[in-house]
């Protein structure tokens, strides 16, 4: 593994709490929450549209690209998770692309957001991390269902966090939304974000069980006011996890969080998204709805372990002219 | 930039479609083009320039056509029309099947040429307009195809002259050519001068289809060329989409010549927010609404009516939407607004806005160009007073105004000369259905804006013109029923004697009007005789006057509308059932009057009853349709009433009067009759089965007085929807030249006696609404 480029980043320059104003939520209000309104039709439009209505071309497509992968969680999250795996997706996170390739595109080096790991590799990730910069964001909370009991979900994010991991993805209890606890969600969010202490929280709503968008928007909504740094549609395993609807319908909710609480609260797509496309749409997607503020790994990420390799792809394209080929870039 | 700086910045760059193949074309053709006539293109003429909007370059030159090149394209589709129409529907239905499959082939050389012509983004080029012109040819090759089986009673009008306009070059062409030539008809098409080339384009795709010489002939011009269409004697029907005041003009150059007529015209759509809406996304819709194609279009959605318990917030949103367009190079395809179609309607756009803005604040968060482009822009804080609310701009301009409650938005939404087409946004499926029909549009979309598709009917009511184009519907618009007419005889009433016969007490015969007999505004009358000589009694000369109150009761009646048709069935049955127990008097009253035998007269009772029973039993069963658009949702086609209809009635004393209101009254529109010339009183009988059938009043209104003098009055009255006339005098075309007022529908028998069927009744009856309902949880 090769650190020595990147030794003069900053320690943790991807998290939120360096650059903005953490989010400390807001007292719940229902009115505001469950005022929300989604429409599908229209908002599966808007996502249809948008792809046709803001094309990225040449050095510009490569530099979002890039940027794409400066705002990647790296992860890995299978039952068959290794120390030595772990270890591979870290040193593939410090150096996401081949060195040649950036130097065509005149670029330093740049890293992936963080890298994203089950409690058990967080201390392997941290270590194999080390002078990187590279946060390590754990999956706590009784990941995917959160259904253990609330107190071993609030215990394991302390670990969590005392194993070095300085971003926590957890996950919501889905009942809560489904049953029309709103209280308990705000409480259990409360929670959560209070064990992470100085760790930034990205809340997992699982989208595709929440049966509507406008239970994700309220969804989004209690979240936001119980101090989430980031919303995050899917622990990507759902049925169904991050698609576009489902992201204008969760952004639009952080735009009203912040014009009315001046706080700006972070963007988690996860699961299903590999194409390098894909991923210029979302981008442009932030751009349109958010803003370029919002354009930076302390405020976006993609949760995605496939993409990196088809961007990576795509960049030897830009390069060379050539379509490439998945063997040329080394695995993570 | 290199790629570290665009790395920060996250700017989008450019990303042009190439005009290469386009230009080519262009040069291949030598950049100057005659028109398409009889298969063949002609020879250049005297020329004009067409430009690129956005840079101002001249793309090519296009041919002035003279009156000699209009006569000749004429003469191409007359000649070619009765063998067209005898090849059969299946035949024709190849045809555009094969037009459609080019236009696909070459889509993206349309796309590209119509964004160098028009200015509009190549992005709406290519995925909205050329995807729906292929959509339009497929959907009418399949209306060819079924025409002999589904339409064995209509036939082709013959040769129609089409006249389109700049927004959508185009696709207008295809909303013209489509059904007319596969319905049978033959076309002479006249593109807008500014946007000739995809027109021309298309010609040569005609010839690549095969399509027999003469079927379609495209001539190029300007509004002398059009006028020149409108006048032709050798045309049968004339289609025009564009201005108002055009379309009135046409109205009026048409009167009386027997050309079938549609308008597709301006409006001023209102884009109505409810508080329980999906607010960004009714924000979305605008831009759909009012910045699609530089807000040149004629349904764009440009009077903002917003909740007041929103508008503040809503307003604030909408400007920083508005700051995240794109403006510029039409070729990008990352621009959102492209240019305006020439610097003429640009200085038109910035004129109204300077010289009328005043009273608003004007919000404008992006700014413009250099060159033919004008800002989105937004103005707040107008009211129904102010011009700009009731204009039509034509440009990327929404002006916005706030309402209270559903009943207000109403208000304020009806409240304009225009019914185009109207967006409403709410969560709430009762608010949406409920409002929707109460709306004075041809098209409502809800939660939605700008939806087009074949299958639904498509164009506006008031001074938006009148036909429907799409659907079933749209094929009104190029066939005419299989009916043989004859020439009205105008029969003459008896004179009166020279010695004076008078039998019985006196009898008043007045008017009708709001459920009560009235005299006369003028204080005149005229005796009515037998043909011995009798005294039959008198009857008032109406005027003017009593139009206008007649009008006022019909308008007040409006609750018949929404009555429901089963009441509406019993009511008329009651009507027949009443009229035949008085079957004996009213026989009587026809002979005498018209001293025709007693079978006939009998039979003229019976009609009448007939008739009465036929449109009873078709007040609940002329159904609406739900049309099937590539769209998760739905597209309603609901018959609605027209309202308030003006009808000359024919000269069967009785049956006369009761063909006109029965079909009209069944379909909740409410009637002022005018009775038969020459004999009225088996009229003015007629109200006395009305007053003891519980029909509401104001519904039924009938008239007695000469008809050449009231037919200036019925036409040009503004709060009239539409005027028929079935009159032995020769008034058709001083209705149709004054019907040009507020563009209402006419029907007029142009001296001819037709036997219509009850479906031919019913369609004059009834205004199509489309209301777009798309969803989805």
């Known amino acids: ?332 | 930039m290199t790629v570290k700086e665009i790395f920060e910045t996250m700017e989008y760059g450019d990303a042009p479609e190439s005009a290469a193949e386009a230009l080519r074309w262009l040069v291949d053709n030598g950049s100057r083009f005659g028109h398409f006539i009889g298969g063949q293109t002609t020879e250049v003429g005297t020329t004009f320039e067409s430009r690129n909007p956005a840079t101002g370059e001249v793309l090519a030159h296009i041919s002035q056509a003279s009156q000699a090149d209009v006569d000749l394209a004429v003469a191409a589709a007359k000649a070619a029309q009765k063998k067209w129409e005898k090849i059969g529907g299946k035949a024709r239905a190849k045809y555009l099947y094969a037009l459609a499959r080019l236009v696909q082939k070459h889509a993206r050389l349309f796309s590209v040429l119509e964004s160098l012509d028009n200015g509009k983004p190549i992005r709406e080029a290519r995925d909205a307009d050329i995807p729906l012109v292929a959509r339009h040819f497929y959907y009418h090759a399949g209306m060819a195809q079924l025409m002999d089986e589904e339409l064995p009673d209509r036939a082709p009008l013959g040769v129609c002259g089409q006249i389109i306009p700049w927004n959508f070059p185009l696709l207008m062409l295809a909303w013209k050519i489509a059904p007319a030539i596969a319905m049978g008809n033959t076309v002479v098409l006249k593109p807008a001068e500014y946007t000739p080339l995809t027109a021309l384009l298309f010609a040569q795709i005609c010839t690549e289809a095969g399509l027999p010489k003469g079927v379609v002939n495209i001539v190029t011009g300007d509004g002398a060329v059009g006028e020149m269409i409108v006048a032709h004697n050798d045309i049968d029907k004339i289609a025009f989409t564009g201005s108002t005041a055009v379309g009135r003009r046409i109205r009026q150059a048409t009167a009386g010549s027997g050309k079938s007529l549609t308008l597709e015209l301006g409006g001023k759509s209102p884009y109505v927010v409810f508080e329980d809406a999906d607010i960004d996304s009714a924000i979305e819709g605008l831009v759909d609404a009012i910045f699609f194609n530089q807000g040149q279009v004629c349904c764009a959605g440009s009077r903002l009516l917003v909740q007041e318990s929103i508008a503040e917030d809503f307003h604030n949103r909408l400007i920083a939407r508005m700051a995240k367009l794109r403006i510029g190079n039409p070729l990008d395809k990352s621009i959102d607004v492209g240019a305006i179609v020439d610097p003429a309607q640009l200085s038109r756009i910035t004129q109204m806005i300077e010289t009328s803005a005043q009273s608003g604040k004007v919000h404008q968060p992006v700014a413009a160009p250099e060159g033919c482009f004008y800002p989105p822009t937004l103005i707040t804080g107008l009211h129904g007073s102010d011009s700009l609310m009731q204009e039509e701009i034509f440009g990327p301009v929404l002006v916005s105004t706030t309402f209270r409650t559903q009943a207000e938005a109403v208000q304020v939404a009806n409240n304009t000369r225009f019914g185009l087409a109207a967006s409403v946004w709410t969560e709430n499926i009762n608010l949406a259905l409920d409002i929707a029909p109460k709306l004075a549009a041809g098209v409502v979309w809800v939660n939605g804006a700008n939806m087009f598709d074949a299958a639904a009917g498509f164009g506006g009511l008031r001074e938006s013109g009148f036909g429907r184009e799409g659907g079933w519907e749209g094929l009104q618009a190029y066939t005419k029923p299989i009916v043989k007419g004859k020439a009205v005889k105008a029969p003459k009433a008896f004179d009166k004697p020279q010695v004076l016969e008078v039998e019985g007490l006196d009898r008043t015969a007045k008017m009708y009007i709001g459920g009560k007999q009235a005299r006369p505004d003028s204080g005149y009358s005229k005796g009515v005789y037998s043909s011995k000589g009798k005294l039959l009694g008198h009857v008032g000369i109406g005027s003017r006057k009593d139009i206008r109150n007649a009008v006022e009761a019909a308008r007040g009646a409006a609750g018949w509308a929404k009555a429901s048709a089963h009441l509406r069935a019993q009511i008329l049955y009651y009507i027949g059932e009443n009229l035949s127990a008085r079957s004996d008097e009213f026989a009587a009253r026809i002979q005498a009057m018209t001293g025709t035998t007693a079978g006939k007269a009998v039979q003229e009772v019976t009609d009448a009853i007939e008739t009465l029973f036929t449109f009873a039993a078709w007040c609940d069963k002329l159904d609406g349709a739900a049309k099937p658009v590539p769209m998760r949702g739905v597209a309603l086609a609901m018959n609605e009433s027209l309202g308030v209809i003006g009808a000359f009635c024919d000269d069967r004393p009785l049956a006369g009067l009761v063909e006109v209101i029965a079909p009209a009254i069944a379909m909740g529109n409410r009637v002022v009759a005018v009775a038969s010339d020459a004999y009225q009183l088996a009229a003015t009988d007629f109200y006395q089965v009305l007053d003891t059938s519980d029909l509401p009043a104001g519904v039924v209104n009938i008239i007695t007085g000469p008809h050449d003098a009231l037919a200036e009055t019925m036409a040009g009255h503004m709060d009239i929807d539409a005027v028929w006339s079935f009159s032995s005098s020769d008034i058709s075309k001083h209705i149709e030249f004054e019907s040009a007022s507020n563009l209402k529908r006419t029907w007029v028998n142009n001296g001819m006696d037709r036997g219509y069927s009850a479906r031919d009744w019913l369609a004059q009856s009834v205004e199509v609404k489309t209301v777009w309902v798309p969803y989805g949880e």
Request: aromatic share 6%; with cysteine.
């Open chain 1, 1 to 332: 593994m090769t650190t020595t480029d990147i030794t003069t980043a900053s320690v943790n320059a991807h998290l939120p709490q360096v650059h903005e104003p953490r989010n400390t939520g807001v007292p719940l209000d229902l009115d505001w929450a469950l005022g929300a309104q989604a429409n599908t039709s229209a908002i599966e439009r808007r996502c249809a549209n948008l792809p046709a209505r803001r094309s990225v071309k040449k050095d510009h497509q490569a530099a979002w690209l890039l940027k794409a992968i400066t705002m990647i969680d790296l992860t890995t999250l299978s039952g068959d998770d290794t120390a030595e795996r772990v270890k591979r997706l870290c040193a593939k996170a410090a150096n996401p692309v081949r060195r040649d390739i950036l130097d065509a595109l005149d670029m330093g080096p740049i890293t992936t957001g963080a890298v994203c790991v089950y409690h058990d590799m967080v201390e392997t990730a941290v270590t194999a991390l080390e002078g990187t910069g590279i946060p390590v964001a754990a999956v706590s909370t009784g990941f995917p269902a959160g259904l253990s009991p609330l107190h071993l979900r609030i215990q394991e994010i302390q670990e969590s966090v005392k194993a070095g991991a300085t971003e926590i993805d957890i996950v919501i209890s889905r009942r809560h939304v489904l049953s029309g606890n709103w209280q308990a969600l705000y409480d259990e969010m409360r929670a959560f974000r209070e064990a992470c202490g100085e760790a930034h929280v990205k809340a997992i709503l699982a989208t595709g069980e929440l049966g509507s968008l406008r239970n994700v928007a309220r969804a989004s909504y209690i979240c936001m006011m119980a101090g989430a740094d980031f919303i995050k549609t899917s622990t990507g395993k759902e049925s169904v996890n991050a698609t576009l609807p489902v992201s204008l319908t969760m952004i639009r909710a952080i735009r009203d969080y912040h014009a009315r609480t001046g706080f700006r609260v972070g963007y988690k797509p996860a699961g299903g998204i590999s194409k390098a496309k894909d991923s210029l749409v979302y981008l442009s997607l932030i751009k349109e709805e958010l803003g370029a503020h919002w354009l930076q790994p302390h405020m976006f990420r993609f949760g995605a372990s496939s993409l990196l390799g088809d961007i990576e792809r795509q960049l030897e394209h830009h390069v060379t002219g050539h379509y490439s080929a998945a063997y040329r870039h080394p695995i993570g």
